[in-house]
Each structure stands twice: as structure tokens, then as C-alpha cells.
């Protein structure tokens, strides 16, 4: 069941996670976003699997607004390169390259499997904490702007933009 936030967003939450979202959200991980639009979350995920991705992004022109909520996995990792407890496929957000203006802001994303955050071109990343994510905090491509953001004691690295800034 579809529910909207107070501004008019679609809610993502660990408790719609179970039945799906939204419509074109299977029941489970990844939260599937297929439709352009405004989303927040309006609790902390968890995930239990570092193959698992939280949230899967399918449209361009989304927006990711985490109000200072996490998306939390079970990888720990040291600091020092390749010294994770685990690494798998999973991210806390992420979207096919190709996909374009994804805005993922306010708030922290701990533990994941592969990438906290991996999206496509023309996109932002704001005011979000990355961290023990096994390859890399943050990852955008081409025309992309990633502005006060920190990535933490990840395996690799912390951010990896490609012909993008960071501010």
C-alpha cells in the first residue's frame, strides 16, 4: 500500500519493506523505485545480507530525501584497504549508470556488501555519511556533484566520481 509522506513523497520504510512499497516495489529488498518522484524514508532499514540492496533506483529525476535516517548492513570494516568482515553485490542506493538526476540526501548509510552509494550521471549527493561499505562510500558518474559528504573506514575507497564535483 502506497502511503504519502506530509510533503506529498512516498514513504519507504522497514515496515512497507514486507509487502512492497509502492506500486512496481516487489515484497523485500531492494526497494524498487521505477517512477520519477519524491521519496523519504521515514524509518532506518536494515538489511541482513551484504548481496542485498536497499533501495533500487529505475527512473531518472528521483529524490532520495533520508531525513536524517540510516540504511544499515552487517559489514564492519577496518579502514585499511580489502579489511572488511565481508563483501558482496549489495548497496545502500543504487542505479543502473545510464540513469540520470538522482538526488540521495540527509543521511547515513553503514555496512554494505559493495557501495553505500552507486548512481548514475547528472546526480547529487548531499549531506549523507558513507561508511564500512566494502569497495566504496560514494560512487557517481559524469555531470555529478557530491557536497558534504564523508566516507568512512570503507575497503577501498571512499569516493570515486567520475567527471563530477566534489564540494
Known sequence: VSVLA???????????????CFPGDAAGFPVTIVNQGNYVLTSNLTLDDTNLTAIQVDSDNVLIDMKGFGIFGENVCTGAQDDCKASGGGAG?????????ITVRDGLIRGMGFAGINIGEQSTVENVVTEHSWRVGIFVRAGSTVRNANSNFNGFLGMEAHESRLV
Open 6 to 20: 506530509t510533503e506529498g513523497a512516498l514513504e519507504i520504510n522497514q515496515a512497507c519493506v514486507a509487502g512492497g
Open 93 to 101: 542506493v543504487e542505479s543502473l549508470p545510464t540513469r540520470r538526476n
